[in-house]
C-alpha cells in the first residue's frame, strides 16, 4: 500500500503561486510515476502534470506548460507542484497521485493506482 498526502492548497489571486506537495509513504519503491490532477465543480478530473520517478523526465497538459512546475525530493518521498501565473480556470481540487506505469498514457487516470485526498486550489480574478 501507499498513502499520499497532499497540502499546499489555498485561495490566490489571478497571477499569483502556490505549491503543491504531496508526501508518500508505504510500498513507494514501486511507484515508478507520479502525477498531479485536477477535478473543478462539474467538470471530469483531468491529468496536469506527471513524472517519471527514476529519470525525473515530466509531463505537463498544455494549458499549464510554462507556468506549472514539477519536481521531486526522493529523500523526502515527496514531489510538488510549483504553480506560478495562476488563472481563474486554474480553480479545482487537486489530488496527487501515483502508479508502477502508464498503461493508459499519464493524462488517464487509470494508469494510477494510488491517491490523495486532494488539496482545494482557489484563484480569484
Known amino acids: 500500500q501507499v498513502q499520499l498526502v497532499e497540502s499546499g492548497g489555498g485561495s490566490v489571486q489571478a497571477g499569483g503561486s502556490l505549491r503543491l506537495s504531496c508526501a508518500a509513504s508505504?510500498?513507494?519503491?514501486?511507484?515508478?510515476?507520479m502525477g498531479w490532477f485536477r477535478q473543478a465543480p462539474g467538470k471530469e478530473r483531468e491529468g496536469v502534470a506527471a513524472?517519471?520517478?527514476?529519470?525525473?523526465?515530466?509531463y505537463y497538459a498544455d494549458s499549464v506548460k510554462g507556468r506549472f512546475t514539477f519536481s521531486q525530493d526522493k529523500a523526502k518521498n515527496t514531489v510538488y507542484l510549483q504553480m506560478n501565473s495562476l488563472k481563474p480556470e486554474d480553480t479545482a481540487m487537486y489530488y496527487c497521485?501515483?502508479?508502477?506505469?502508464?498503461?493508459?498514457?499519464?493524462?488517464?487516470?487509470?494508469?494510477?493506482?494510488?491517491w490523495g485526498q486532494g488539496t482545494q486550489v482557489t484563484v480569484s480574478s
Open positions: 513524472i517519471y520517478t527514476g529519470g525525473g523526465i515530466t
Open positions: 497521485a501515483a502508479g508502477g506505469g502508464f498503461a493508459y498514457g499519464w493524462r488517464n487516470e487509470r494508469s494510477f493506482d494510488y
Open positions: 508505504g510500498y513507494t519503491y514501486s511507484m515508478r510515476y
